[in-house]
């Protein structure tokens, strides 16, 4: 099975050749299915503590009956599929295209595959600036991620700054930004897993940062993505997602919590 073109967008159709050096015999069904292998992380049983093990599951988009009697003659028609817009991209955390031959057939089945990758890039999203997520300590501290964009390119370097304003009069701290990606497990069928959660290495900002209430402190920053960053992805069983994320850690630990923020981003993997 050979596959035109072998890298798509959303909404591009592609084509499936398929040949076969003699006639296929004895076959009862043929069918031609699009779709992707989704991967997932699951709990062999609910409220396992155990190590999560890794699964994937075959996500039939489309299927397409083929003609018996033209296999019997080792003749195959030329099978085109449009890549539908809301198709995760291809990624090994997420999802891997491909179209499968099945021919159900006495003396033994079939089951053959050609693989395709689907890239995502700005015509393929719609995103939009989010709302910022507290995710921990006491907020002595508000913190603000200001980006230019929320779509960047797996390589990009997102340029942004930190904005803090104490609430309170606060020991010296420091400031620290990364990129976050999170890959959630919704399998249909099984447990779920908790959230794999990967933190980029931090980028420390200006140390000591002086902080007194009521009065901002603005710090630029400079972040890189990683050049073969994963698309931003939801599907069936599965769902990638990226922050940039920025931790407030006071001097005196004892006594203030550290606060962390992050604010959702699109990250693509073509123009």
């Known amino acids: 099975m050979s596959l035109s073109p072998e890298v798509v967008h959303p909404r591009q159709n592609l084509t499936a050749t398929i040949t076969t050096e003699a006639p296929i015999d004895g076959v009862v069904t043929a069918t031609l299915e699009w779709g992707y292998d989704n ?7 609910e ?39 809301w198709a995760p991209g291809s990624s090994p955390e997420i999802a891997r295209w491909s179209a499968r031959l099945r021919i159900e057939r006495r003396g033994g089945d079939v089951d053959e595959r050609g693989g395709f990758t689907v890239v995502i890039g700005t015509a393929d999203v719609e995103a939009y600036e989010e709302p910022l997520e507290h995710v921990s300590g006491a907020g002595d501290t508000r913190i603000d991620v200001v980006l230019g964009s929320p779509v960047y390119r797996a390589g990009d370097t997102i340029e942004g700054q930190i904005v803090l ?17 999170q890959c959630e497990s919704h399998p249909l069928m099984r447990y779920p897993a908790a959230d794999d959660t990967v933190d980029g290495p931090l980028m420390q900002l200006n140390k000591p940062i002086r902080l007194t209430e009521g009065t901002p402190v603005t710090l630029p ?17 599965s769902s990638l997602s990226w922050f940039v994320a920025a931790r407030m850690l006071p001097s005196d630990g004892a006594s203030h919590r550290a606060d962390r923020v992050r604010r959702p981003i699109t990250v693509l993997n073509a123009p």
């Open 221 to 237: 920053f400079a972040l890189p993505l990683p050049a073969d960053a994963a698309p931003t992805a939801s599907a069936v069983h």
């Open 165 to 181: 304003l104490p609430q309170m009069e606060l020991p010296p701290g420091d400031v620290a930004v990364y990129w976050q990606r």
């Open 47 to 85: 409220g396992a503590e155990r190590a999560a093990s890794s699964g994937h599951d075959w996500v039939c988009v489309t299927r397409v009956d083929l003609p018996v009697d033209e296999l019997a003659n080792g003749e195959f028609t030329d099978a085109s599929f449009t890549v539908p817009s």
């Open 39 to 45: 991967f997932y992380r699951y709990h062999r049983a």
